[in-house]
């Protein structure tokens, strides 16, 4: 089982990134999707998730209105849409998928699988 982050980098605050989640080894279909994200010094928080069909997606009250999560089953992929970027959005983004839910989980400790983390910064 393999979830991999990309499209990360340096971004002038105001602009765009879209982050991607490759997923690998289970089937794609049976998983929710989550993105989350640390900052140094911070704890692990949730930016947005994906139900199992794509059907239900959320996101963090931090970046509503900003970002958006999306899945491609057919791909096995998953995007993070980000806009308006802020200093504040600073962080490593990690994708992470569960088996034991099929809607949108706000906590970190109902995934099971993570990938790698992606950075991003968002320069003011």
């Known amino acids: 089982v393999q979830l991999q982050a990309s499209g990360g980098g340096l971004v002038q605050a105001g602009g765009s990134l879209r982050l991607s989640c490759t997923v690998s080894?289970?089937?794609?279909?049976?998983?929710?999707f989550g993105w989350f994200r640390q900052a140094p010094g911070k704890e692990r928080g949730f930016v947005a998730g994906?139900?199992?069909?794509?059907?239900?997606?959320k996101v963090g009250d931090s970046v509503n209105g900003r970002f958006t999560v999306s899945r491609d089953n057919a791909k096995n992929m998953m995007y993070l849409q980000m806009s308006s970027l802020k200093p504040g959005d600073t962080a490593v983004y990690y994708c992470?998928?569960?088996?034991?839910?099929?809607?949108?989980?706000?906590?970190?400790?109902?995934?099971?699988?993570w990938g790698q983390g992606t950075e991003v910064t968002v320069s003011s």
């Open positions: 992470a998928a569960t088996d034991r839910y099929t809607s949108v989980q706000y906590r970190d400790i109902f995934y099971n699988y």
């Open positions: 080894g289970f089937t794609f279909d049976d998983y929710a």
């Open positions: 994906v139900s199992w069909d794509g059907r239900s997606k």
